[in-house]
């Protein structure tokens, strides 16, 4: 006997794509105020009823998964306080600076952690950290043409960087074994090999708008 077919979902001929939403804010207001990122409180109508919530105000970040002409991909090591561990990640940084485009953002972090240049940036992916606490958006390029350029005088938890060329293959495998946890890292590695197997076709420039950052593309912020 065959199987009755499934029908379709509500909305399911619609494109699968994240839909903004812009509720009414009722109430705002900053508890916390930090060096890098504030907590703010919001009490918004949804569904006709008022909610609270507070999330991580924060400034976005880009993350930059430099590529040479072996595909090797570039991994730096740095210590990460919040997590007490040195961990693999790719070069990324906030979009702290007023008025900076991303793109320009990706490029200085790229000089200032692995003190490279690259010729040819795409976007490689964009992701939200953490939508229920944060928000966080992050824009990770693929640069590749890379060259050296003068070295960055760094501090901090910078100040005692590795910096490591790796195989994709390699760099895949490591994430897929859940070695590698770093979320710009992950996404930038997977999206990178998916890219690989269907000849890096679908790319868009690295100068792509952003209309989906909270801040950078959308008024309501």
């Known amino acids: 006997m065959s199987a009755e077919p499934i029908a379709d979902e509500p909305g399911a001929a619609e494109p699968l794509r994240d839909e903004p939403f812009t509720p009414e804010i ?3 207001s900053t508890p916390f105020q930090g060096k890098v990122w504030d907590v703010v409180s919001e009490t918004f109508r949804y569904n006709g009823e008022p909610i609270t919530r507070e999330f991580v105000d924060h400034t976005g970040a880009v993350a930059v998964l430099a590529m040479d002409d072996e595909e090797r991909v570039l991994l730096i090591r740095q ?6 561990s040195r961990d693999w990640e790719i070069p990324a940084g906030l979009l702290d600076e007023d008025g ?3 793109l320009t953002a990706a490029q200085r972090e790229l000089a200032e952690e692995a003190d490279l240049a690259a010729e040819q940036w795409n976007v490689l992916a964009e992701y939200v950290n953490s939508p229920g606490g944060s928000n966080e958006t992050v824009r990770v390029y693929l640069a590749r043409g890379v060259s050296e350029v003068d070295a960055f005088e760094r501090e901090a938890e910078e100040a005692d960087i590795e910096v490591r060329w790796v195989s ?3 760099a895949l495998a490591a994430v ?3 070695d590698l946890q770093n979320p710009s890292t992950v996404i930038g590695v997977l999206t990178a090999a998916a890219h690989r197997a269907s000849g890096w076709a679908d790319l ?5 708008p952003w209309p989906r950052h909270p801040k950078l ?5």
Not at 204 to 208: E, L, S, T
Not at 217 to 221: I, Q
């Open 217 to 221: 593309g959308r008024a309501d912020w």
């Open 26 to 28: 009722l109430e705002r």
């Open 100 to 102: 900076e485009p991303a």
């Open 79 to 84: 210590y990460r306080h919040p997590i007490r």
């Open 168 to 170: 994709l293959d390699e």
């Open 176 to 178: 897929l074994s859940r």
């Open 204 to 208: 868009a420039p690295g100068d792509a």
